[in-house]
């Protein structure tokens, strides 16, 4: 297996689905000339051409509505948000228009568009470019919501996102862009809607997604070491469809229960995750659900003070014990 | 002007009553009629009813309070109406239950090696305290059978959890529905021999209702009635061999009688042929009744209570036992009323299933006397002259002096060794 980034594997991913299908594009802010933001898409205008990488002014609304009508007359765009705390200006466009074209359509059109970027705090960004929206995107039928982990998850997810049909949102992270990992060199496609365990335990679930997956096994190791506590750490990689089935058979198998989430805690994914497991579960918990997010404030400005206010090794390692006392 | 419910007197015994829980809440409309509360007397949990129509205006005692009787519960009025709170009566029991001692280790422990989770064969918490337990400690105890108010919790806030039920399982102690008199041992529960940690958690529990008046009552009983104690063997073989015929005959009607059946209703042959035991002490006088309502122990998790099996004289050994089961079951349940536990005019306390031979229990007031009766023996007897295996059953009677003399509980002790050792007389 190739060791690649996650940023390299997203490009692979955004590569072959280009070469494959000449109904793939990519399109966004900087995305062409300047290889993108974070340099994601590097090389492939000189690969693919102004056609199909195509750099577009900055407006979400602009660009993002004209990828979701391009998408229901058979192209399968690929948008790129330079952060994706600007969805909230193309609102309309993508949650009202591509969550719905399909059901309002009676099924005749669909809408196959990914929009895909880096969703998370942590870098210093400030309070109006570090929004997790993947909660608010979820709570809205008909789209489907991916925040991968790895490069080999980044990609293989990926891949299937752009072959769905329905609109399919990808949050990345940047912090995760320089992370390595081992990515299979033939062709993987990972379906949406599939957890993952990540790593086997017996005393305590954590659920979780995205770059908290990292910090729940840097937790668990610790736990293992130094607690004695064996942690199972179930990634998420898709928020919805959501694989609920290897939740709760992780929690028939530990009894205990840590949601660990990027996520402001009020109405969070980690909020519905606790009412799914204690509705189908409820006999199997020997304790509550405990839950760890960021600390529900808006982003804070501070770096210092940043890396408390979201989860890291040491909130996950003090949440998991509480636990399971 | 607001109508003020006070505590009302729902046992001939009681002077307190816990106020377990408010079934209605201030601002609810009430109608004469409605259940406003369920109230914990000394013996049973019994429902307040509402007398008035109106709204309930205000909450004097919150749920978990003890209450003097006569003390002000709530006020029923208009809505709106102005209620001042009444002043308090003078009720010495009347402050709330002490809080239990914080559970030890509450620091985070963790699932997979708690430390030595304390199991108590007593009950773990106060009557009527709500048990914390865990969703999966409580599918666990039910399936292994695990009575999970004899199980103190190691979790947060002294919450059981999977591990204090498995301790439980492993040690055999907590056992549902086993009687407190079985942490003597009369089974070995093995596995625990060179086990480590204390015996119980170290703890102080708050007397619960039931048993300040079993100490009350007892105390009274025992300090201020003379007792004396007689004992007799009875040859059990007819009556075992008799029930057995019974049982079997009547399996396909579902009648199965316990050995204890025969011994109240041979009581109340007994009390029939020497009524002068079936009577009461009255200072000036003494009463003696003219029907014999036999009632019994039952063991509860917190206690013991006496149903009554009432006109026990004129009932047959099937009507008696179909009376004791169905007693049985509803004092388990909690769910006696007072006219169900008090009345009695004798009472039987029965330890044969405990494997006890023979005890002297104490006197049940006012009653005269009390029966105790052990466990049937398999031993040597001598019958017509030869050493034979013989199955044999001690009563003990303890009476009370004032009323009944050594030779009359002697004469009730013999009539009913002849009606057990004949135990088809019972069935005329």
Redesign the interface.
């Known amino acids: 297996m190739a060791v690649l980034t996650y940023r390299e594997a997203i490009r692979a991913a955004l590569s072959e689905e280009l070469t494959r299908d000449e109904n793939v594009v990519l399109l966004g802010e900087e995305v062409a000339q300047f290889h993108g933001a974070y340099k994601v898409s590097d090389g492939l205008l000189e690969k693919f051409g102004p056609k199909r990488i195509v750099d577009t002014p900055i407006s979400e609304a602009g660009f993002i509505g004209m990828g979701v009508g391009a998408s229901m007359l058979g192209i399968r765009p690929v948008m790129e948000l330079m952060f994706w705390s600007f969805y909230s200006v193309a609102f309309d466009q993508i949650l009202n228009n591509a969550a719905n074209v399909r059901y309002m359509s009676g099924g005749l059109i669909n809408c196959p568009i990914v929009i895909r970027g880096p969703a998370n705090g942590g870098t210093n960004v400030g309070a109006t470019h570090s929004h997790t929206p993947e909660n608010v995107l979820a709570n809205h039928p008909g789209i489907k919501v991916v925040v991968p982990a790895t490069a080999r998850d980044a990609k293989g997810l990926l891949k299937s996102a752009i072959r769905d049909n329905d609109p399919v949102m990808f949050l990345e992270n940047t912090i995760l862009y320089g992370e390595k990992g081992e990515v299979p060199d033939t062709e993987e496609l990972i379906p949406l809607g599939l957890a993952d365990v990540k790593r086997e335990g017996?005393?305590?679930t954590i659920v979780t997604y995205g770059r908290s997956v990292l910090h729940s096994l840097v937790a668990a190791d610790i736990l293992e070491k130094e607690?004695?506590?064996?942690v199972e750490v179930v990634d998420l990689r898709t928020i919805r469809p959501l694989d609920i089935d290897t939740v709760l058979a992780s929690v028939k198998k530990t009894?205990?229960v840590l949601i660990v989430e990027e996520q402001k805690p009020f109405a969070s994914v980690g909020s519905q995750l606790a009412f799914m497991i204690q509705k189908e579960a409820?006999?199997?918990?020997?304790?509550p659900i405990h839950r760890l997010a960021t600390i529900d404030a808006p982003a804070i400005y501070s770096p210092p003070v940043e890396v408390e206010q979201l989860p890291n090794p040491q909130r996950v390692l003090k949440a998991a014990?509480?636990a399971?006392? | 002007m607001a109508n003020i419910i006070e505590m009302p007197k729902l046992s001939d015994t009681m002077t307190v009553g816990t106020l377990v829980k408010w079934l209605k809440k201030e601002g609810d409309v009430v109608k004469s009629g409605d259940m406003l509360a369920e109230v914990e007397t000394d013996k049973a949990t019994m429902e307040l009813e509402c007398f008035f129509d109106g709204t309930l205006l205000k909450i004097f005692s919150p749920a978990g309070s003890q209450v003097a009787l006569g003390a002000a519960l709530c006020a029923v009025g208009k809505p709106g109406e102005t209620v001042e709170a009444p002043a308090p009566k003078a009720a010495p029991a009347a402050e709330a239950p002490k809080p239990e001692a914080a559970p030890a280790a509450s620091a985070p422990t963790h699932a997979p090696a708690p430390a030595a989770p304390v199991v108590a064969s007593e009950p773990a918490r106060a009557s009527g305290e709500r048990i914390k337990i865990s969703p999966l400690a409580k599918k666990l105890a039910a399936e292994k059978g695990i009575d999970p108010a004899r199980v103190t919790g190691s979790g947060p806030g002294g919450r059981i959890v999977r591990a204090d039920i498995e301790a439980a399982a492993k040690a055999g102690t907590a056992k549902a529905g086993a009687a407190p008199a079985a942490k003597g041992g009369a089974t070995f529960a093995g596995g625990t021999v060179g086990a480590k940690g204390p015996l119980q958690q170290e703890r102080s529990v708050a007397v619960s209702t039931m048993r300040g008046v079993i100490a009350k009552r007892l105390l009274e009983s025992k300090t201020t009635i003379p007792h004396f104690y007689l004992e007799i063997e009875v040859d059990a073989e007819p009556l075992l061999a008799l029930r057995e015929q019974l049982n079997k005959g009547l399996e396909a009607a579902g009648v199965k009688l316990s050995v204890n059946d025969f011994v109240l209703k041979a009581s109340a042959e007994a009390l029939r042929r020497v009524p002068d035991v079936n009577a009461s002490w009255h200072g000036t006088e003494i009463r003696y009744h003219a029907a014999a309502h036999v009632s019994f122990a039952v063991a509860l998790p917190d206690g013991l209570i006496t149903p009554v099996v009432f006109n026990a004289h004129d009932k047959s050994v099937f009507e008696i036992s179909k009376d004791a089961k169905s007693l049985g079951k509803k004092a388990k349940d909690k769910k006696l009323t007072p006219a169900e536990f008090t009345g009695g005019t004798f009472c039987v306390s029965n330890l044969g299933m405990m494997g006890i031979p023979k005890f002297l229990p104490i006197i049940n007031p006012p009653n005269a006397a009390i029966l105790g009766v052990g466990t049937t023996v398999t031993k040597p007897v001598v019958k017509n002259g030869q050493i034979v295996v013989g199955q044999t059953l001690t009563l003990a009677l303890s009476a009370d002096h004032r009323v009944v003399d050594g030779a009359v509980g002697a004469q009730f002790l013999g009539a009913l060794k002849a009606v057990l050792e004949s135990p088809a007389l019972m069935l005329v």
């Open positions: 017996t005393d305590l607690h004695d506590v064996s009894h205990r409820f006999d199997e918990l020997d304790g014990l509480a399971v006392a």
